[in-house]
C-alpha cells in the first residue's frame, strides 16, 4: 500500500515539475511590454490578466492527464510512446512565446503554432485508446491553443510586416 502512494507521488511531482518547467520558462519568455502593447489586437482578445489563470488551467489538466495516461498505459511500450509525445509538445510550446516576445515575430509563431497544435491533438488522439480520461483533460488545452492560433493570425493579419527595423 505504502509503496502504492509513493509511485502515484512521485508521478504526480515528475509531472507537476514538467509543467512547472514549462510554464515557468513561458513565463520568462512572455514581454507585455511597449512593443506588445502598441500591436493591434481583435476585440476578442480577453484581458492580459487572464491568460495566467487560463495557462494555469490548462498546466494543471495536462498534469493530470499525464499522470492518469501514464497509470492507464497498457506498457512500458506505450509509457515511452507517451513521454515521448509529451516532449515534443512540450517542445512545441516552450518555442511559441520567444518566437512571438522575444524575437517579435508573431508571425514566426504563427507557422510554430501549427506543429504545437498537432501535437496536443497527436496526444489526445494516443491517450483516447488507452485512457479516455486523459484525452479529454486535453481537451480544454487543444481548445486554448486554438483560440491562441486564431488570436495569433488576427495580429499578424492587424499588424504584419514583421521583422523591420525600428529605431
Same mark, same amino acid.
Given at each position: 500500500?505504502?509503496?502504492?502512494?509513493?509511485?502515484?507521488?512521485?508521478?504526480?511531482?515528475?509531472?507537476?515539475?514538467?509543467?512547472?518547467?514549462?510554464?515557468?520558462?513561458?513565463?520568462?519568455?512572455?514581454?507585455?511590454?511597449?512593443?506588445?502593447?502598441?500591436?493591434?489586437?481583435?476585440?476578442?482578445?480577453?484581458?492580459?490578466?487572464?491568460?495566467?489563470?487560463?495557462?494555469?488551467?490548462?498546466? &494543471?489538466?495536462?498534469?493530470? &492527464?499525464?499522470?492518469?495516461?501514464?497509470?492507464?498505459?497498457?506498457?512500458?511500450?506505450?509509457?515511452?510512446?507517451?513521454?515521448?509525445?509529451? &516532449?515534443?509538445?512540450?517542445?512545441?510550446?516552450?518555442?511559441?512565446?520567444?518566437?512571438?516576445?522575444?524575437?517579435?515575430?508573431?508571425?514566426?509563431?504563427?507557422?510554430?503554432?501549427?506543429?504545437?497544435?498537432?501535437?496536443?491533438?497527436?496526444?489526445?488522439?494516443?491517450?483516447?485508446?488507452?485512457?479516455?480520461?486523459?484525452?479529454?483533460?486535453?481537451?480544454?488545452?487543444?481548445?486554448?491553443?486554438?483560440?491562441?492560433?486564431?488570436?495569433?493570425?488576427?495580429?499578424?493579419?492587424?499588424?504584419?510586416?514583421?521583422?523591420?527595423?525600428?529605431?
Amino acid at each position: 500500500m505504502m509503496q502504492t502512494f509513493w509511485a502515484h507521488l512521485t508521478e504526480i511531482a515528475v509531472a507537476s515539475a514538467a509543467v512547472l518547467f514549462v510554464a515557468v520558462v513561458g513565463g520568462l519568455t512572455t514581454n507585455t511590454g511597449p512593443w506588445y502593447r502598441n500591436l493591434r489586437f481583435p476585440a476578442a482578445k480577453p484581458p492580459d490578466w487572464a491568460f495566467g489563470p487560463g495557462w494555469a488551467v490548462i498546466f &494543471a489538466l495536462i498534469a493530470t &492527464a499525464g499522470v492518469f495516461a501514464w497509470n492507464d498505459a497498457p506498457g512500458v511500450g506505450a509509457r515511452s510512446t507517451l513521454l515521448v509525445l509529451f &516532449a515534443i509538445n512540450a517542445a512545441f510550446n516552450l518555442a511559441w512565446s520567444p518566437l512571438y516576445f522575444t524575437l517579435r515575430r508573431p508571425d514566426w509563431a504563427l507557422i510554430e503554432l501549427v506543429p504545437f497544435w498537432v501535437s496536443v491533438l497527436a496526444l489526445i488522439l494516443y491517450c483516447a485508446g488507452f485512457s479516455p480520461r486523459a484525452a479529454w483533460m486535453l481537451a480544454p488545452y487543444l481548445a486554448w491553443v486554438s483560440f491562441a492560433g486564431w488570436l495569433n493570425w488576427q495580429v499578424v493579419r492587424l499588424n504584419a510586416p514583421f521583422g523591420r527595423r525600428v529605431a
